[in-house]
């Protein structure tokens, strides 16, 4: 008889110490000794990783009201602006936002040394960072500027919240032209000299539940290592099922929106980043436990390397033209293997996402469960599934 | 006299020459051949230990050839506090000096094989490579 689980018989267990907790690597091993049935009814909770660079990552920061009062109207933090049209004193950064004074790409490629991730970084490593901010004045709020330091401890309230992590997966990055080029995928050499990818495969935490059977929101997950939440699905969320001739190939296009208190992270789990010719941004760490309710979603957390797949993409000149369309598809046992061959020509491959920090957080995560500290979620609302069918648009012009 | 170490940079036109017998035939200089990565189709490499009165003279004699020309008086190191083990240097690394142990994917630094190009330390997403004067 098949296995049903509820999240509160997983909770009890959880509390007591007993339930049987493992890394998604680990269930795939598990599954090959064992059996499906036998393994979901055995697991309790799968714990998923990763680590890469995630743009559209960003925080909100409420400084504190300054004495008269200032409402913020610009702000820069170590030199790199913040949002501030919110309200007085919060402000929101974002991870790829650059220093006022950096060069970006006028001497290309440029290098992008300093960015609000690299802000980010430096506000969870205690460093200080240096305030500005200016105003027009008000009755109310009369100041008009202010040049300070401040400290993570020493402001209100500090929330990651990112718009859009953790790409379910992601395209397999080479160029086709003749010249060198400088993307978020990496330096891509030409006549694909070299090929780019950058999910954690098989312990990505959305290609383990790409239905979003138990991802959903409020579920409470680890956040550049501390406790997060998933506040809703991310930007761009458009999650499908790569299906080619009748063969399924994992899943694709689901995001997530991640936030919470920054103040309990880490630094080694928000990284400042930089790429060259491209721009700035902030490497997240996240990881996602998946529990074992049902055979299906052990089916699904236990998919291998070899069984999910990254379609292979031209960045020279099919993506920045929007040209639809792929250079096949190439699965992860392969690309973490070191080459792949595209259109008959064998290619070095390269990730951007590391695996051993992924591996690390399924670990950290598998710690915390199996000390009683965290419970999992139920989520108070699903995500949109592959069964929803969302499409992507692209911009109308007059 | 100490020996100069250089690394020798140069395209297939340079290749098929004789640059090395030149060094010591025309400059009376004694060369110690470090590392090479010579190959006809692609860009060249070496490193050199060079040691005579006339080095100066010969180095020149190589830059008006076009042979680019670079004192090794430094070093790449890797920053393990800040490496994060992506493995994005693995990828354009020329020699394999940066690659990927499998199947843990730990990214690994073997320096003897490095030919100091900088590469890496430009592409490295965390500024972990680093340049050792």
Redesign the interface.
């Known amino acids: 008889m098949s296995v049903e689980k509820t999240y509160a018989e997983i909770n009890s267990k959880i509390r007591e110490g007993k339930a049987v907790v493992v890394t998604a690597e680990e269930l795939i091993t598990l599954v090959e000794e064992k059996g499906l049935s036998k393994a979901a009814q055995e697991v309790d909770v799968v714990t998923t990783g990763t ?3 995630m743009c559209s990552s960003g925080a909100f920061l409420s400084f504190g009201h300054t004495k008269p009062r200032m409402k913020m109207q610009k702000v820069w933090l170590n030199g790199v602006s913040a949002y501030t049209g919110i309200a007085a004193v919060d402000a929101y950064i974002g991870a790829t936002e650059m220093h006022e004074d950096d060069p970006l790409n006028s001497n290309y ?1 440029g ?1 992008f ?1 300093y960015g609000g991730g690299h802000v980010i970084a430096d506000l969870v490593a205690r460093k200080p960072v240096k305030l500005k901010a200016l105003a027009y004045g008000t009755d109310c709020y009369p100041r008009r500027n202010l040049e300070t330091t401040i400290t993570l401890d020493d402001i209100n309230e500090a929330i990651l919240f990112n718009p859009r992590n953790c790409y379910q997966n992601y395209n397999c990055a080479v160029n086709l032209t003749n010249r060198t080029i400088y993307t978020y995928m ?2 891509i ?1 030409p006549q694909m000299g ?3 990818y950058s999910t954690s495969g098989q312990l990505s935490p959305l290609l383990k539940d790409p239905h979003f059977k138990t991802i959903g929101v409020g579920t409470k997950i680890f956040l550049g290592g501390g406790i997060g939440y998933v506040a809703w699905n991310g930007t761009q969320h458009f999650p499908s099922m790569i299906d080619v001739d009748g063969k399924e190939l994992g899943s694709a296009g689901g995001t997530l929106a991640l936030t919470g208190d920054l103040k309990q992270m880490s630094p080694r789990w928000l ?6 010719g491209y721009g700035a941004t902030l ?1 997240v760490g996240v990881g996602i436990p998946i529990p074992i309710l049902n055979e299906e979603i052990a089916r699904y957390a236990a998919k291998k390397d070899e069984e999910l797949f990254a379609p292979i993409v031209d960045y020279g000149e099919a993506y920045p033209s929007f040209t639809p369309g792929n250079l096949g598809y190439v699965s992860y046992a392969d690309l ?3 080459k792949i061959i595209v259109n008959g020509k064998e290619v ?10 992924a591996r690390e957080i399924a670990a950290t995560l598998k710690g915390w469960i199996q000390k009683g500290d965290f419970q999992l979620t139920e989520p108070v609302k699903t995500l949109p599934s592959p069964a929803d069918g969302f499409i992507a648009h692209s911009i109308k012009e007059d | 006299m100490s020996p100069k170490r250089i690394v020798l940079r140069f395209g297939t036109d340079i290749s098929v020459k004789p640059i090395v017998y030149r060094l010591v035939k025309d400059f009376d200089l004694v060369v110690n051949i470090v590392k090479a990565d010579v190959n006809p189709k692609k860009e060249g490499t070496m490193i050199l230990e060079v040691t005579g009165d006339q080095s100066e003279n010969g180095l020149n004699y190589l830059r008006e050839l076009g042979v680019s020309v670079q004192n090794l008086n430094q070093e790449i190191i890797r920053n393990e506090e800040k490496c ?9 690394c020329p020699t394999g000096a940066l690659y ?1 142990e ?5 990214v690994r630094f073997d320096g003897d094989q490095c030919v100091f190009c900088q ?1 890496c330390v ?2 490295c ?3 972990a490579m680093e340049v050792r004067l």
């Open positions: 680590f890469a660079p490629p290098e040394r990496g330096m050499k070299n090929a780019n990284v400042g980043t930089s790429y060259l490497s973490k293997s070191g070095p491959t390269a990730p951007l996402s590391s695996m051993p920090r | 994060v083990m992506c493995g994005a240097c693995t990828g354009i990927m499998r199947p843990s994917m730990e590469l430009k592409v997403p965390m500024w």
